[in-house]
């Protein structure tokens, strides 16, 4: 799975890092002082990298708990998001993340116990709900059956009811999930695209099916799931896909009972684009005309709106506008 694990000194003796390492005994184990001596060197290449990336043991400083960007969340409430990994284990060609880093290597942080206590204290300093966000940096549960590190938040959520979290994933590993009794205040949040973009674009993702039916087990048993219909890539045969994936989704789930459903366009700061299209010069989607506006990078024209307001309206026939936002 890892092509070697890195460890830093700091967490190398813990308990939770020697048991995951006693789990892979064949990969190469090496020792650093800071994550950033693998992770930032210079002359890395994160195309050649993905193929056999390694594994770093790390711990987390500083600000843990962050504010979210403005308009990412589902409601009105203070939200937050926070990283527990570094990247992601597929190899989705529009994702941001390959552009943001110069490694395609995994950074997990170790020290759970301290992201617990962030969370906490956002929790009690708040004057209302709070909600937190798992899932920008990386994918939330794709490594779970190595990291365990939601079966580890899950534990903490129980004592926390004012706070809500949302757990962004195209993982189908759910095997920690359906283990545990559902609750009301997690949310467990699937991406999607049409089948032809995930076709073109979602490498070593799990296909629309086996997700949906992952999401289905989890509303079985009661988990509050959520839909986000991102990023969004129009052409003239756009709304058509749309139309097959929504009949797809809403064949397989109770649209009814979904918490959330959301849309989002193909947004990323222009470095992080501009880096992406010198890995992959080729790729058709980065060659396409694209806006600059605010220092992001999108592919909006002057029918984006239009075109987003025809797929809402096909959405809508599944699910209420209450269920539905926007995100920026």
């Not at 009690?124 to 794709?142: I, K, M, N, P, T």
């Not at 979290?165 to 195209?170: A, C, Q, T």
Request: one cysteine or more.
């Amino acid at each position: 799975m890892f092509s070697a694990i890195y460890i830093e000194e700091e967490v190398a003796g813990s308990d939770r890092v020697l048991q995951l390492l006693e789990r892979f005994p064949d990969v190469p184990q090496i020792s650093c002082e800071r994550y950033g001596q693998v992770f930032n060197r210079s002359g890395q290449n994160f195309r050649l990298q993905k193929k056999a990336p390694a594994l770093i043991l790390a711990k987390k400083y500083g600000n843990i708990v962050l504010p979210a960007p403005e308009g990412y969340g589902f409601n009105k409430d203070r939200s937050y998001y926070f990283s527990h990994m570094m990247n992601c284990i597929y190899d989705c060609r529009y994702c941001f993340l390959q552009g943001m880093y110069r490694s395609a290597n995994y950074v997990l942080f170790t020290n759970y116990e301290d992201f617990g206590a962030a969370i906490t204290a956002t929790v009690a300093e708040s004057e209302s709900r709070a909600v937190f966000y798992s899932g920008y940096d990386c994918d939330s549960l794709a490594l779970e059956p190595v990291s365990n590190f939601c079966e580890y938040i899950l534990s903490l959520l129980e004592d926390l009811p004012t706070a809500t979290l949302e757990i962004r994933s195209k993982s189908t590993q759910i095997r920690k999930l359906l283990e545990t009794e559902p609750l009301a205040n997690c949310v467990v949040a699937m991406s999607f695209t049409d089948q032809q973009s995930s076709d073109r674009w979602e490498h070593k993702v799990p296909s629309i099916a086996k997700r949906l039916e992952s999401l289905k087990k989890l509303q079985e048993v009661g988990w509050p799931v959520a839909l986000r219909f991102e990023p969004l890539i129009f052409d003239e045969f756009y709304l058509e896909r749309y139309k097959m994936l929504f009949e797809e989704v809403f064949t397989c789930l109770d649209g009814g009972m979904i918490h959330s459903v959301s849309t989002g366009m193909f947004r990323m700061p222009a470095d992080f684009h501009k880096r992406i299209v010198k890995l992959y010069p080729d790729e058709p989607l980065l060659a396409r005309d694209t806006v600059k506006s605010n220092g992001l990078i999108s592919l909006m024209d002057d029918a984006e709106e239009k075109c987003l307001r025809a797929l809402e309206e096909e959405l809508f026939e599944f699910v209420s506008s209450k269920q539905y936002y926007r995100c920026a």
